[in-house]
């Protein structure tokens, strides 16, 4: 019975079972592409920017999340620099821990907060895109069938 629902499911939105895994891999790539993009944003910006603890000196946040933002982003630090991964970086592109920890808390909250629109979207894009690969790889094959008629 099951196998009949996913059978249903890829009928009713012109997918084929070949083309999950190009669906996975592109939502992935998307994931992995919002989440480093973000954090790069946010510690860029946090060198540039008036304050470099914007979300533990935030009036718009209530004081007991200030106060738990600032534990976690303590605890972080700690972690960073005792990391062998991350001195690795430290060392290769001069990278301060507190920075780099802060960075990723505030670029989490942003995720965070973009998510309603965001999840939607990486959907969206990943079945679009896994829709014109398997169009592609439909139209290769049909090309190379008329092309073999042909001699």
Not at 65 to 85: F, G, W
Not at 109 to 125: A, D, E
Request: aromatic residues 12%; proline residues 5%.
């Amino acid at each position: 019975m099951f196998h009949g629902t996913v059978d249903t499911f890829l009928e009713k939105y012109d997918l084929q079972a070949s083309s999950v895994p190009s669906f996975v891999i592109i939502h992935t790539a998307l994931s992995a592409i919002w989440v480093s993009s973000t954090w790069y944003l946010c510690y860029m910006v946090s060198a540039n920017g008036p304050s470099t603890h914007s979300v533990q000196t935030s009036s718009i946040l209530p004081l007991p999340i200030r106060q738990k933002t600032q534990a976690v982003v303590s605890q972080l630090e700690v972690s960073a620099q005792n990391s062998k991964m991350f001195r690795k970086i430290q060392n290769k592109f001069n990278v301060d821990p507190g920075r780099f920890t802060l960075s990723y808390v505030e670029s989490k909250i942003g995720r965070l907060f973009f998510k309603p629109i965001t999840i939607p979207g990486r959907i969206w894009l990943s079945y679009r895109g896994s829709q014109a690969i398997s169009h592609f790889q439909c139209r290769g094959q049909t090309n190379t069938k008329t092309s073999s008629k042909k001699n």
